[in-house]
């Protein structure tokens, strides 16, 4: 598994529930290293190990825990450059998710040795959505719970009324129910796509 992922796991305990938790975390794994290098790549049972201490030692549910991470880097303001970079993939929320499927290739972009699970979106009525995260168990488990988090929050910032449903694994690609029920339900967060330039100044 990319370090990259790893490393954002470790952020998000850190930063959610603290050094100290993080250290009893590691111990409970018996991860020696004691913090993930993002640069490195990691056996993904080692992860799924840390993974697995951190839902025992803090008695929270293995899905919930994923979505928070997916929420975490959206919200947190460690991560405002993801964010923005989310933002990117449209005016709305409804292009934004049409922009989904394009997410593996601009993730390369960004770290050319990352690869994230194929991504394919389904309209079947207008504002109702199935996300389908392909070879996800096999390259990634619990991809589509982290990708739950991120569309909520990324909902929540665009200022839309959604609700969303994983339903589980149907041939090895999780599945993701999406209805947009407004598309400008709030206000959402401030955001300019473009830079905002100073005013010219005239010259006499």
């Given at each position: ?45 080692t992860v799924e190990g840390v993974l697995d201490a951190a839902v025992a030692h803090l008695d929270k549910p293995r899905d919930a825990m994923l979505e928070d991470i997916g929420t975490y880097l959206i919200t947190h303001p460690h991560n405002e450059g993801l964010r923005r970079l989310m933002r990117y ?116």
């Amino acid at each position: 598994m990319h370090g990259l992922i790893a490393r954002t796991l470790q952020c998000f305990l850190q930063d959610t529930y603290g050094h100290p938790a993080w250290q009893d975390i590691t111990t409970a794994a018996i991860f020696e290293a004691g913090d993930f290098e993002a640069m490195l790549d990691y056996d993904t049972r080692t992860v799924e190990g840390v993974l697995d201490a951190a839902v025992a030692h803090l008695d929270k549910p293995r899905d919930a825990m994923l979505e928070d991470i997916g929420t975490y880097l959206i919200t947190h303001p460690h991560n405002e450059g993801l964010r923005r970079l989310m933002r990117y993939g449209g005016v709305d929320f409804i292009d934004f998710l049409h922009s989904l499927e394009d997410l593996p290739g601009r993730a390369q972009l960004a770290v050319s040795d990352l690869v994230l699970p194929e991504l394919e979106l389904s309209d079947s009525s207008p504002g109702q959505f199935l996300l389908s995260c392909l070879r996800s168990q096999r390259e990634m488990p619990g991809f589509g719970h982290v990708l739950v988090g991120v569309l909520r929050a990324m909902a929540d910032d665009y200022g839309a009324l959604v609700t969303l449903d994983h339903r589980g694994v149907l041939d090895g690609a999780e599945i993701i129910d999406i209805t947009v029920v407004e598309a400008s339900f709030s206000e959402g967060r401030a955001f300019e796509l473009g830079a905002v330039l100073p005013p010219r100044q005239v010259v006499s």
